[in-house]
Every structure is written in structure tokens, then in C-alpha cells.
């Protein structure tokens, strides 16, 4: 169970010939186990069976059922609420792995906790999103997976592979069906500057205009965002902010609302990580939102749904690079060198 084998003759010498195998193993904590079964299933396999336990005490402890001994380890993670102490099930579910003689360790993380601690911004300040890849690194792993990282040089602070996917082929693939009717009336919005590359691509994609919404953020105030002005055409337009999580959601919204206050038509957001920590489910009903459209990275319980929200599948682009990390195949490669 929970492991995938491709078999393979080599010759080790005049005469002797061996028979050899890759197996694939997939385990998952239990931070978004339904995942982690979608993403199993993507690969005709099995998650192999684990026992978690969390003592009296809050401390953790996992076990394999099975023998990972050679195996390629793959370690599906998501990092919801609460972070932290999934943070501690993956550094010891690599740990096991390691201890136990896995052959490679890949820790598939959809979305990277401390993603936006990528950098100093005043003195005494950590650099967390380093110190995480530094505590994977120390655990066992070999490699990591994510999707959309909040900045691109958290790449350069694993000692090792980082396979960087995009969940914009799985979104462009949803608007491009809704969209097709309005299509010349899109324009693409990026919510900040520190995301104009994004959508500018998603401009490309899309043979669609693009617009800037210049914000100011106050260092000293978390989650609290003033819109200043908007570069570009909005008015009569079908809006689509483009982003790579939300949180609180008061950065969209604010946005939204410049947007609509500018004549736009409609507004659309279109996010990878549904963080949604409080007061995101309610905020994002506001009036100047007609659609929240984000990928299940992250566990979304009921009590975060809300009238509105569309969910898109990430399995299918996890497990089709999963299965290209196994056979040695290209990652970029699924891409086309679009993002």
C-alpha cells in the first residue's frame, strides 16, 4: 500500500545482471488529509497508513505502518491554522522517513507557512520563511514542492531542489470558460505592485489590459491597507484582481471597492491560497465582490464557505509533479514557460 513501483534491469558487472526498483511513497500529516487522498488517487496509489497521535502534553507522535526503506518519499503538508503544529508533524514525519531509510524525502507543501517573513523590512526582524526551509533541510529533506510562493527567492533558502509550481494554468483554465462571453471587456488587476509580474502574465494570457492598484501598508499596523489610487482603465470593465493568497481579506476588498468606485462593471478575485483567517468569510461578501475564486491548498471547512466562493481542485497539477519528480521528468516542463 501507498507506494507506486517501476522496475528496471541494470547490469553490474560481465554476467551479472540485478533487478531493481523505485517505489513511491505518499504520506500525509493530518493538517489536509482529503487532499492528500485526491492527490493519491490522481496517482492510481495509495497514501501509506500512518499512526499520528498528539499526548496530554501537545507533543506529537507519528509512525509508519509500512517499511520506506529505499523508498521516494513524498510528504503532503498543507499549513492551515494551526501552523505551527503542523510544522512540528512534518519535521517529524521527515524525521521518520530519514530514520527509517527512506532513499529521498520531498516535502510537498501547497502552501509555504511563513511565506511573507521573506525578508527584513526593520532591524531585529527575523527571516522565518528561511528558518523553515533551514528546519526541513535539518529534518531530512531533500526536496521541496509549493505552490505559488509568496516571493521567488524563498527558493534560494533550501539547500537543495525546489520545485516551484503555478496554480494558473488550473485558474486560467476555470475564467476562460466563465469569461468567454465578456472576454473583451476584461482587465486584469494586480492588487499591489509586488504583483504586477503576475498579472501582467495573466494579461499575456488572457489578451487582456492591465491595471495597478497603488496601496500603502503601514509597518507598524498588521492587516490594515489604504488604497491610494488606479493605474489603467477600469471603468466599464470586468475586473479581475489577481493575488497569491488572501488572508484577512482586507487588501482585496479595499481593492474591490476602489474598483467598483471607479466604474468598474464587475469584480472578480482570483487567489491560490485561501488562508481566510477571521474576519476573511465575512469581508468577502462585501457588495464590491461579485466572485472569490481560489484552489484548495488549504483546508476550507464549512464555517469559511460562503455565497460566492468557488473551490478549484489542486490534486491534478500536485500529483502530474509528483509523478515527474519519480521518473526524473521536467517540472518547468509543465508550464511552457508561462510562468
Known amino acids: 500500500m501507498g507506494k507506486k513501483k517501476a522496475e528496471k534491469s541494470k547490469s553490474d558487472g ?8 523505485k517505489r513511491l511513497v505518499l504520506v500525509s500529516g493530518r493538517s489536509h488529509p ?9 496517482l492510481d496509489s495509495e497514501l501509506l497508513p500512518t499512526e499520528h497521535r498528539t499526548f496530554a502534553s501537545g507533543e506529537i507522535y507519528t509512525r509508519f505502518g509500512e517499511s520506506v526503506r529505499g523508498c521516494d518519499a513524498f510528504v503532503i503538508q498543507s499549513f492551515g491554522q494551526p501552523v505551527n503544529e503542523w510544522i512540528m508533524e512534518m519535521l517529524i514525519m521527515v524525521d521518520a522517513l530519514k530514520r527509517a531509510s527512506a532513499k529521498r524525502i520531498t516535502v510537498v507543501a501547497p502552501y509555504y507557512p511563513y511565506s511573507r517573513q521573506d525578508k527584513k523590512g526593520r532591524g531585529r ?8 526551509a533551514d528546519l526541513m533541510k535539518a529534518a531530512g529533506a531533500n526536496r521541496i514542492m509549493s505552490v505559488d510562493l509568496h516571493a521567488a ?6 539547500d537543495g531542489p525546489v520545485d516551484h ?5 488550473v485558474l486560467l483554465d476555470y475564467f476562460r470558460q466563465q469569461l468567454e462571453a465578456e472576454k473583451d471587456l476584461v482587465t486584469i488587476v494586480s492588487p499591489d505592485m509586488g504583483r504586477v509580474r503576475v498579472a501582467d502574465n495573466w494579461s499575456d494570457q488572457l489578451g487582456a489590459p492591465l491595471a495597478i492598484i497603488h496601496k500603502r501598508r503601514d509597518p507598524r499596523v498588521a492587516n490594515q491597507v489604504t488604497v491610494h489610487e488606479i493605474v489603467g482603465q477600469v471603468e466599464g470593465r470586468v ?19 476602489a474598483l467598483k468606485a471607479n466604474g468598474a462593471l464587475r469584480v472578480i478575485v482570483a487567489a491560490t491560497h485561501a488562508v481566510f483567517s477571521d474576519p476573511a468569510p465575512v469581508i468577502l461578501t462585501s457588495e464590491a465582490i461579485d466572485e472569490v475564486v481560489v484552489t484548495d491548498t488549504l483546508p476550507l471547512p464549512e464555517e469559511r464557505r460562503f455565497p460566492g466562493l468557488t473551490v478549484l481542485p489542486i490534486a491534478p497539477l500536485l500529483a502530474r509533479a509528483i509523478h515527474e519528480v519519480f521518473e526524473d521528468g521536467s517540472v518547468t516542463s509543465m508550464f511552457d514557460g508561462a510562468a
Open 14 to 21: 560481465p554476467g551479472i545482471v540485478t533487478r531493481s526498483s
Open 34 to 42: 482529503e487532499l492528500a487522498e485526491d492527490v493519491a488517487k490522481a
Open 125 to 132: 526582524e527575523p527571516i522565518s520563511a528561511r528558518l523553515i
Open 153 to 158: 527567492q524563498i527558493q534560494g533558502f533550501f
Open 165 to 169: 509550481l503555478f496554480a494558473q494554468p
Open 239 to 257: 475586473c479581475l484582481l489577481v493575488d497569491d493568497m488572501i488572508d484577512t481579506g482586507g487588501t482585496i476588498v479595499k481593492a474591490a471597492e
